[in-house]
Every structure is written in C-alpha cells, then in structure tokens.
C-alpha cells in the first residue's frame, strides 16, 4: 500500500504540532479545516536553506515622513519551502555629515509592523512592544549582552547593587555603537519575527503575502544624540532558514493543502493602554476596568507609564534616576464575580522573582519596573511554540487594581497622566491555504 508524506505526518508523534496536538484543539477548528502538518514534512527528504531576500525599494523619506512604509513580498519561487527562522536586517546611514547618530533599540524604529493578507487587506498588527517583549522575555543576559548592539541596547550584564529591582538598567541607551558622521557610515540592527515556526508555508502559495513595516521618525533617535536628523535607511533585508523540498513532495503538499488547509496554533499579542491619573505613592488605585481585553488568554505583562513618555523613554531607558515607568508594589486582579485571582493585593516583588524565576531566564522583570500574570504553567514556552498549558477565558470584564509607589530612583509624582499598559496573548489558529494566512481568535 503506497503512503503519501501526509499520512505519514498525520501519525507522527515527535514533531511541534502533531496529531496529538490538533487533536486537542480540533473543537475550536473551523469546519472544513483539516491537521495537516507542515512541520512534519522536515522529517522526509529536503535540504536545508538560508537566504537573503531585498525588501522592495524604500521610499527616499521612508525614515522621516510619517505613515511611509516598506514592503516585504513572499512568493512560492523563493527557495526556503517552509520557514523555520525569519530574520530582518535593518540597514541606516548617517545623513549629518558633520555629527553622529545615536539611535534607539530596534523596537522603537517602527510605528507597527502589519501582515498583508493576499498582499493587500491587513490581517494582524506587530506593535514595537509585541516585538521588545517577546525578543527579551527569555533571552539569559550573556546571550544579550553578545547581541546587544544588533538589538539596539546596552551591553552591561551586571544586575547586582542596592535596590536591583528598581535598576532600568536592562536595555538602557547609549549602546557603545553609534552611527559616525560620514556620507558612507552605516550601521545594523536585526529584528526577529516573533512566531518562531510556521509563520508562512512558502511551499503552497498562489497569492503573494506582504509584511509592511512603517518607520517611526519620532522615537527612532536617542535623546541624547548629537545629530537630530534621522538616519537614511539603505536596506531591508529578510534571512530566510529553512527546508526546501523536492519538487514531487512540493506538489503533493499543495494538492493536499487545497483540500485540507494546514492549521496551527500561535499566541497572538494584543495591547490595550488605559489612562488613569495616580494619586500619592502607596495609594491604591482600584478596580481599573479590563475592557477590550477579551478571548483565551494566556498571560500578560503591564506597567504604568507616564503619558508623557517618548523616544528612549517608551521602553524605560533614560537616566537611571527618572525613569518613565512608575514601580507598583502590589496588585490584584479581580473577577465578574467579585472575587480575586489567587488573593487580593499580591506583592509584585514575590511574583515577578520567584515565579517568574520559575519559568523564565531572563532578568527583565528583575531590572524594570514590568509585571506580568499568567493562568498558563508556561507561557514562554507556549509563546514559542504555539501551544497552550493553560489559558482564562476573558470578556472584557475583568478589572485590575495597582498600587503605584515612590523609591530614590524612581520618584512618583502624584496627580500626573499615566498610562496603564496592558499586552495580553490570546489563543488563535492560523490557517494556511494557497491564498496565503487567516488568524482566528479562539
């Protein structure tokens, strides 16, 4: 009896989305969809690729006018089948010929970063903090510290020191690279695509899929550079890694991806920003409704920003001694029915240190006044992966209460305009067909 490579897929069992998974999500499939499984095929015949792809020409004011975009455009031809890794390569050139450039991390050189169904309609938005954190949420400090200066950030490792937990330290400016004065000068900076796996089955497509990324010419430029003229961007590039296949498996691949789509899971990156103006340090401020948060969460991350906030700013970053995202000693996060998550006013410093500590490596909670809750036993995990350990069911009735603080170094002032940040990830499938990707909240 002959077998195609897709029965084979269907009945394996040590890939990332396998028939055990898909059958767990197969209730919150549409009908029609079938589980195919892309990743299998990695199992079967193909070699390995890695390329470099230009993005289209971008506009000679891409970097200083606003709403300009560049574009990426994927088609079937390219030679990565399937990507496995996605990587971009920002590429600028001072445009002062007389001062140097400093610039922010790569998060903040972007408005938003959109994904073009059939090249066209918008069908998700990457904002810069989706991209900040789920780049940081669980990168150790020496794997930051070697690639700082591709992020943007600075090098330093060294979390020790009186009051660590109020150190901004994580991803301060100046890193030790900036862009010289000179016609010729140029400098890099990379940006990964945050859906490690699955992202885009080149393999099947008839559509041409776009990602548009929109420059951010307000927040690009460190507050402390000495030219304040936005650098020119020379180059856009994606590195594409992945499987390419033999040409009689790519056919069976799109015959059977016509009949039976390919679905996966992905968490998708949402963001809700509330304003709320603080009272004096160590006053609760209560019952801060959660509408709009809504769907299978999974977890999410909040900090309190002054309104005010801008360039470096935004993540943070700046002096040491101001910086713009405010400390909270405590929260609790409160249910339709009046009761409370876990109890009521949790200490923010037991929870982002010893949980956290639990399921992550990264010491970003521990050097920024930035929280997080999670209903999922590992959300880092399900970030990368797709999958999902857990998840509450929200609709937008949720309410959180916080209670802004004061220390040495991170000094609130009462009666100021804050904004209550709130990036929160939801259960969604994507399905694939020729025409390119869906995403459909669960």
Known sequence: MNTSVFDSARSSRNVGFDATTFATNSAHLPEGVGRTNPEALIQTRCIMKLIKKESETPPNNVTTATETYVDFEFNASDEVHLLEVLVFEVQY???DAVNAVKLNMVSQHFLRIEYLLKGSSTDFTFYPFHEYIMEFQNVHMEDKAQWATQYGVKEDTDFSGANSFTRTSYDNNPHTNTIAASGTASFFFKLNWPWRRHFIN??????KPRIRFYFNNTNMLDSTSVSTTVPKLLALRAHMYGPRFASAMVEEFKSTCEKMPAAYSVLL???????????TANQEVRDISLTGVSGRVTHFYFY??????SKEGKFCSGTLANPTWRQISEFSIKKPDGTYESYERMKTEFYRSWVWNRISHSQILRQKPLYYWTWSRDPIADCERGETSGFYQLDNRHS???TPTSTSNNVLTPGVAHYLQIVYFVKATVHQNAHGLRFTEL
């Open 304 to 309: 309190l920003e002054e309104a005010t906030a």
């Open 400 to 402: 959180i209460s916080i």
């Open 269 to 279: 990156p949402k963001l809700q920003s509330i304003p709320l103006i603080v009272g």
């Open 93 to 95: 050139q001072n445009a």
């Open 202 to 207: 080149l393999a099947i497509l008839k559509e």
